[in-house]
Structure formats: structure tokens, C-alpha cells
């Protein structure tokens, strides 16, 4: 899909202070060339150029609209009708031809624009990819915490994690959760690969009502929080995704709808996430400061291509291009933004030590932090003990004012200015993934599934399968 809508029809389109990049440019090569960004699409000096261009060229209309304004009291002062029509269509015609080269300017100047990175947190250290993100904590059920100076990167920590099933009723070769879901029933990719394609799955049963119960467990929990349940569209416009950075970078993972298909022709895309849709339900809107920190989640359905992930995790419901996830999104003030992006991340941490699952959080480098919008991001990495590897089941990113920049949220302080608010989101539950993680980690000997105490009130016994 070609990208390119969205900053034809907004004006100045900014995720980072332009001011910052005329001010800092080395700094902002920098932070591109760090992973955070494409220096061939984020080009700082082709930018500067095309900025000073742009507003050399809004001075000569300002000048030219000011002339245009003295000729027009002139006019009502009694002047030479003739001289001044004469004058004024010279006018016209020169603010016409300054009009076309300050557009052209501008689109490219947007173009490049689009593709500047967030301002890293203090917090994300530099690196090229996954193998470079520090583990923060590392935490094993009936051990607590490991000691924080065994750890280092990623995947060096796999040697401290249990090397055996916590929870099986004896010792035995652990399998697959495709092959454990399909013995029981409760997965059918083949029979979704007929009806829809490839990472398709039917979930069935048990397994979708273990999900249900998941679902509502961690729904009680959040409304105690504080946070308000929210069911957004699931189809958004462009603009829903531009503004939160999910284009033009992640493009090629939505799904789109035909816009002859929809009313007012208007072209719709599938959500990967439901966080474009939260945030945009703030869009264009000034809050008040007292009613900050806002916090909203959603429990939805989700769409991604995956594209480029070809042969990456294709066995069983681990990447799938239709998932549930249940996300939580805040806005806040500036000041707010650090200690939301704690909050949530203990309510990550909180869930998976009441499932008592082992887990690790991955600070993610500068070369791996998600998407453009990121300026500080963690992600909460199950233990598969039946595969001995890491899964992401979460992640918390601190956008800071990236996002709320794009879609002109902003609040109303107490010194009655008005400031961009930041922007914090959760992936508090990936629904696929957890499962997967509760079949590797409590699987038994005879293919059941033994169901994590705290889940039972809610599954209404204690396994799967039996």
C-alpha cells in the first residue's frame, strides 16, 4: 500500500519539535542512525534545507498578504480604482506562484517529517537489536526476584530460569502447545487454514473459556485500578494510525478496506492494536488538567499482516494475523508520564506472578524499540519452561508527547496555558500468547492442563482437559 494521505489533508503534521532539529541536528542524526529511525527517509540535512526554503518562502506570502492588505484600505480610502486592480492582480499572481513552490516545499518537508523518531527517554541505552536489551528483573515462582547482578542481555539470563516443568504431576519430555491444543481439541489451524488461510485459528471449548477467564480476571482487577473500560472501533482512518505513529513505519502490517466498500468512500483499516483507536478518542480535544492522569483499556480483536515474519514462529497460536489482546492506554501530563509508565508496568508484573508463570523484563535498546513513537519501553518476556526460550506477552512504552502531537490532545494547566498531554500504552495482555504460556507451563503427563489457582474461580475447575 502506497502511504501518503494523511499529509496532504493535515497541515504540519509534527511528532518532535521542530525547533529541536534546527537546534540539535547532530544530536538527531544521531538517534536515527542509533536504530531509532531510516536515514535514508529521515534525512536531517535534506530537511534543514527544505526548512529554511519553506520559511523563507512563508515570509515573501506573509510580506506579499500585508501588501494586499494596505492596498485594500487604499482602496476604501478613494484611490485610483485602475492602479490598484492593476497592483492588486500583480499581487495575486506572485502570492499564487509562492503558493505552489511553499506547497510543494511543505509536502516534502512533511514527507521527511514523518519519518523522525521520538526523543529517546534517559532510561533506553543505546544498542543495534534484541541482543543488546538489558534485562531489569528476573522472577521465578517460589524463588522470587533473581539476584539483579546475575543478570545481563537478553537470553543470558536463560541459564537461571527453571530448567524444568514448576507445576507437572511428575517428569516427562514436554511438547509443543499446538500439539498438546490439538490433541485436546481446543486448537484447529488446519481446519481455519481452509476457511480463511494461514495463521488462522479456531480456538475452541475449554481453551476459549480459559481465555474468557483470563479475560475477566484481569478485568476485575483493572477496574479496581481505576482504569474505565472503553469498546473503540475497531476499523479507524488514517489518520488514527498516523497519529500514533503506527504509519507510515508500520504500513505494511494493516489490512485495509476497499474504500468503494465503505460509506462516504472513505478508506478503513483493520487495527493491529486498539491503542490507535484509545488515543484518537482524545483527538482534537483540550482536557483539563484535574482530569489527568486518563486511564482507559480495552479488551479487542486484532489485525496484522506480519509481514516480513515469513517462517518466524509459524507452529501453533504464537503469531497469528488475528489475536485478542486487552490494552491499556493513559494520557497524562508530562509530569505523570514516568510514573504511569511504572504503574503499568506493575500491573504487568502483578498478573504474571498471581499466574505464576517466570518471566524477565527486557529493556529495549535503541535498535529494538518497537515503533517511532517509543521513547522508553519495556517488555515482560514469559519463560516457556516446556521449550526453554523467552516469549513477549506485554510491553509498556512511554511515547512521551510523540503521539499527542499528531493528534492535537492537549490540557488545560493550572496557569490556564495549554500543553501537549504524553501518552503512555500497555499491551497488558497478549490474549494468544498467554494461553500458549499457560499450556507450556502447566502442562501434565497425561496431555491435561493443570489451570493457575488464581484462574480456577473464574474456569470453574482445576484442568483442561479432564
Request: hydrophobic share 35%; net charge negative.
Amino acid at each position: 500500500m502506497k502511504f501518503g494521505i494523511c499529509h496532504l489533508i493535515l497541515k504540519s503534521n509534527i511528532m518532535v519539535d521542530p525547533e529541536f532539529i534546527r537546534k540539535n541536528p547532530d544530536r538527531m542524526k544521531e538517534i536515527i542512525n542509533s536504530g531509532r529511525g531510516k536515514p535514508d527517509k529521515a534525512d536531517v540535512d535534506k530537511w534543514l534545507q527544505l526548512d529554511e526554503q519553506r520559511r523563507d518562502l512563508q515570509k515573501q506570502l506573509d510580506s506579499l498578504n500585508q501588501e494586499k492588505n494596505k492596498l485594500a484600505d487604499i482602496g476604501r480610502q478613494g484611490g485610483n480604482i485602475e492602479e490598484i486592480r492593476t497592483k492588486g492582480q500583480e499581487l495575486k499572481k506572485q502570492s499564487s506562484e509562492v503558493e505552489t513552490r511553499l506547497g510543494k516545499i511543505q509536502l516534502e518537508w512533511q514527507a521527511i517529517m514523518d519519518w523522525m523518531p521520538n526523543i529517546p527517554h534517559k532510561d533506553m541505552p543505546a544498542g543495534k537489536n534484541e541482543h543488546d536489551n538489558p534485562v531489569l528483573k528476573a522472577w521465578v515462582p517460589g524463588s522470587g526476584y533473581i539476584d539483579n547482578s546475575k543478570l545481563g542481555k537478553v537470553g543470558e539470563d536463560s541459564g537461571l530460569m527453571p530448567a524444568k516443568l514448576l507445576y507437572a504431576d511428575k517428569e516427562f519430555k514436554p511438547v509443543h502447545h499446538l500439539d498438546l491444543g490439538m490433541k485436546l481439541g481446543v486448537i484447529d489451524n488446519d481446519q481455519a487454514a481452509k476457511v480463511t488461510g494461514t495463521r488462522f485459528t479456531y480456538i475452541v471449548g475449554e481453551l476459549a473459556l480459559l481465555q474468557f477467564a483470563l479475560q475477566k480476571f484481569f478485568f476485575d482487577e483493572l477496574l479496581k485500578r481505576g482504569y474505565k473500560y472503553i469498546i473503540p472501533p475497531l476499523l479507524v482512518r488514517e489518520k488514527a494510525l498516523y497519529g500514533t505513529s503506527h504509519f507510515p513505519e508500520q504500513v505494511d502490517q494493516v489490512y485495509k478496506i476497499q474504500s468503494e466498500d465503505v460509506e462516504e468512500n472513505q478508506q478503513l483499516f483493520l487495527l493491529g492494536s486498539s491503542e490507535p483507536a484509545n488515543f484518537s478518542y482524545f483527538m482534537d480535544k483540550t482536557l483539563d488538567e484535574a482530569e489527568l492522569p486518563y486511564k482507559l483499556f480495552a479488551y479487542t480483536s486484532c489485525f496484522r499482516s506480519e509481514a516480513g515474519s515469513w517462517g518466524r514462529d509459524t507452529k501453533g497460536i504464537k503469531r497469528m494475523h488475528q489475536f485478542d489482546k486487552i490494552e491499556m492506554n493513559v494520557v497524562c501530563t508530562p509530569e505523570q508520564a514516568d510514573q504511569t509508565f511504572d504503574e503499568l508496568l506493575a500491573v504487568n508484573e502483578w498478573l504474571l506472578q498471581q499466574l505464576e508463570l517466570p518471566y524477565h523484563l527486557a529493556l529495549k535498546c535503541t535498535g529494538d524499540a518497537g515503533y517511532q513513537a517509543s521513547a522508553k519501553q519495556i517488555d515482560p518476556e514469559v519463560w516457556l519452561t516446556g521449550q526453554q526460550e523467552f516469549m513477549e506477552v506485554m510491553t509498556d512504552t512511554n511515547a512521551t508527547d510523540f503521539q499527542a502531537r499528531r493528534l492535537n490532545i492537549k490540557y488545560k494547566a493550572k496557569d490556564g496555558k495549554k500543553y501537549y498531554v504524553n501518552t503512555v500504552n500497555d499491551t497488558g495482555i497478549a490474549m494468544g500468547r498467554m494461553l500458549v504460556a499457560i499450556m507450556d507451563n502447566y502442562q501434565q503427563s497425561d496431555g491435561t492442563v493443570k489451570i493457575p489457582k488464581v484462574l480456577v474461580p473464574y474456569f470453574g475447575k482445576e484442568y483442561l482437559g479432564k
